[in-house]
């Protein structure tokens, strides 16, 4: 059984570039969460998707991050424009409604560095 | 607000050997889920072992254990004949039952394998 698939799995950019990270949750999975982790301030929820639809995006630092979810098999988060500061690993990660304790399956996350 | 603690930066501990990892969370809330996951050097996060508030039976995994205290608000993970590839980042979370997203993470513990 495939996990959550994500990708790329490094990008490097330059400021000021548009950057695009793809994920893939575990099929039949009906909740995406994008998060963020740096050195600095840890693991954080970027966003959360239920049946493809955004419930919280509270954790969306600015307007500069988007983040879309077409269809159930396929999340994108774009950062337009990147800069240096968004220089970090973001995870994808999918969990199913009906399991009581809703644990959430990572991806291999993206490390994403902006020069 | 909901709050978990990780006291310990960094741990070590001899191959085979028996280490446990310290937790503690603060919560008004009686019913509630508690996660350890591990990051390993691939920084992908995989989930270890769950624990259901309600459930006063310690969970198991094989060579990982939890002791749940629930009065106490603690919850460490216990490692037995530790292995080379147990060496990662574990982070303790938690998530309240009326909520079907939001972890709340601990900083983590660096456990470091000596051969």
């Known amino acids: 059984d495939a996990g959550v698939i994500q990708s790329p799995r490094h990008e490097v950019t330059e400021m000021g570039q548009e950057v695009t990270l793809r994920c893939k949750p575990i099929?039949?999975?009906?909740?995406l969460f994008w998060y963020r982790q740096t050195m600095m301030r840890g693991l954080e929820l970027l966003i959360y998707?239920?049946?493809?639809?955004?419930?919280?995006d509270s954790g969306m630092p600015e307007d500069r991050f988007s983040a879309k979810m077409p269809n159930a098999s396929f999340s994108t988060l774009k950062i337009q424009p990147s800069e240096p500061r968004d220089s970090a690993v973001y995870f994808c990660?999918?969990?199913?409604?009906?399991?009581?304790?809703?644990?959430?399956?990572f991806g291999p996350g993206t490390r994403l560095t902006v020069t | 607000a909901q709050t978990v603690t990780q006291s310990q930066p960094e741990m070590s501990v001899q191959e085979a050997e028996t280490v446990t990892l310290s937790c503690t969370y603060d919560?008004?809330?009686?019913?509630?889920?508690l996660f350890w996951y591990k990051q390993p050097p691939s920084r992908q996060m995989i989930l270890v072992i769950r624990?259901?508030?309600?459930k006063q039976q310690n969970a198991t995994e094989n060579r990982f254990s939890v002791n749940f205290q629930k009065a106490a608000k603690s919850f460490s993970l216990k490692i037995s004949d530790s292995q080379l590839g147990d060496a990662a980042m574990y982070f303790c979370?938690?998530?309240?039952?009326?909520?079907?997203?939001?972890?709340?993470w601990g900083a983590g513990t660096k456990l470091i394998i000596k051969p």
């Open positions: 998707f239920n049946n493809n639809v955004p419930i919280d």
């Open positions: 990660a999918s969990s199913l409604e009906v399991l009581t304790s809703y644990e959430q399956y």
């Open positions: 919560t008004s809330e009686s019913d509630y889920y």
């Open positions: 979370a938690y998530r309240a039952s009326d909520s079907n997203y939001q972890l709340i």
């Open positions: 624990q259901e508030a309600y």
């Open positions: 099929s039949g999975h009906n909740s």
